[in-house]
């Protein structure tokens, strides 16, 4: 029987094309190596890094191989390059797989990228791509909705999810210095200036109300200090803002520490020296089209999560149960008030700890759910009259069925 081929073109080798790309097609190719065949390439075009360049004796092959061409993001070559990612590979009459997992046509004004985007006219290309692309696929259900208007194909919902076989989230939990001390943890990028403003001073405060010694604050993502990141890099003086914001009032015995970023492939241990998980966000239409990958994160290992009611947190948190959700504009106080309940309750916190766990190995293990994207082609397929390629995915798999069909089809031409 004839296998399915799948072209995958990572827009980078970041956390964003880590989730949404290189993991979950790596999967696939492990898991159906005898229903697929699985090629990388993040240079399709046979673009001349060095020279600026096009080959002009660039023969696609690759492209020309593929049933399905995939991409995503906006790759490091540039919003051009990855609108002529998906223009050529609909003049080989290609099925094309576009995903993102961040809002790309309505950047908040606090974001760093706010202008190169607008300079660069990254949204009008990101529509561009969203219109002429077979399928287009978003993390969540708020996301689809901002851009829905704009696709011309099928649009459709992929949660991220985890390899919960690697090494990084199979670690032993960790016990904290002393027997009583919880210890609260935040993970942050670069693009969280306005965000941390959300939660600045609640750790004086909480340090006040259940005493110095028995709460420890974590704060992970500082870039490390390389070659390529010095001292004078922008982006620790990104981290010295956040620095600056988080403790601000702070007084007393330093019970804070600031950690450098991980690789996205073992990352994941850090939530194995935490206790509790903070996600402060300010409600933007960014924010809000955010996936709850922080939610699979916490749950593997058994971290309840207390975050803005921002994004789609609201579809696995439950106040008491998985964690809290902090209204949007709450005061301080409320994330006070919250933690402090959390930290001095070490009953409730481990019963939404393992609440959360099991949510998490249900839903968000990348080894249970890696098929749906094959079930997703295959209905997306038959939706767009890529009468081959369903014929090939119906061969492969068999009918589809609304009962097997895990993500919801939004729209469609």
Known sequence: MEKLKILCCPANDGGCSYYRAWSPFAKLAEQFPELIELRFDKNPLGLDVEKGEWDTEFD?????????????????????????IVGKAKEFGKFVHFDTDDLLTDLYDGHRLKKVYEERGLSDITKFIYQNSDLVTVTQRKFAARIQEYCGGVLAVIKNAIDYNLPCWNVPKSKPRRKRTVRVGWAGGI???????????VPHFVNQRVGIENVEWHFFGRPPKTPDHQEDDWQYDVWKNYQRILLKGFKGAKNWFVHDALSTDTYGAIFAHIDVAIAPLQMNAFNDSKSEIKVA??????????????????????????????????PPKDWVNTLTKVIRDPKHRLEMGQNLHELTETYFDLNKVAKSRLELYRDAADLRGAKELHEK?????????????????????
């Open 297 to 330: 994160e916490c749950g593997r290992y058994k971290v309840p999560l207390v975050a803005s009611n921002v994004g789609c947190y609201d579809e696995t948190i439950t106040n008491g149960k998985t964690g809290y959700l902090i209204d949007v504009n709450a």
């Open 393 to 413: 995915m119906c061969n492969l798999l068999g009918e589809g069925s609304p009962e097997k069909y895990d993500f919801p089809v939004l729209s469609e031409e």
């Open 60 to 84: 696609f092959e690759n492209m020309k191989w593929a049933d399905v061409i995939m991409t995503q993001n906006i790759c490091n070559y540039g919003g051009p390059y990855t609108a002529r």
């Open 191 to 201: 693009h969280h200036e306005e965000d941390v403003k959300e939660f600045a001073g």
